[in-house]
């Protein structure tokens, strides 16, 4: 199923994953729709925002630079593991990145490097920037690391995704380096263990 959730079942996913979700501002209608796709989905994307402290963060996810427009990404994760949700839709998170990796998260296959910038990733996947500024040495919390995985759980169990549907930037766009200091095979490890377990009231899907 690779049509994007409502902001409702988006919003409900991840509050039946046990994640602490904030909603800032207009979250559910803040997006770069009227700029192209957004859809069909096929995975979810972790990134860092090179940048320090929650409030800072959110408001820059949300509403972008003289650059790149805002929203971002769709959800904001700090390091205390609370999410802030800032837009749905499409939103300026992925750019161009390899279709050889867009048909591997598909059929949800070993990944191949990332070598080509050919295909629009802004339709295609879901965006978590977390706070982090990406020099390798600011640390990723427990409580963060263990949000990051909540949230990829519960929109991978939300569209019947494997844990191969979980990439980081740096796999999509060659150059990104992003989310710096995690191992993306630790945490696609860790949601496939969280995605085994039997959630109470949340349907498997098949
Ligand atoms: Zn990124």
Redesign the pocket.
Known sequence: MATPLSADRFLAALRSGGLTVVEHRSWRTHNRNHKGLWGPVHGVMI?HTVTSGTTGSVDLCCKGHSALPGPLCHGVIAKDGTVYLVGFGRTN?AGLGDGDVLRAVIDETALPPDTSADTDGNARFYGFECVNLGDGRDPWPEAQVEAIEKVATAVCRAHGWSERSVIG?REWQPG?V?PRGLEMKDLRRGTRKRLALVVPGVPVHH
């Open positions: 990134h998170h930037h990104k992003d």
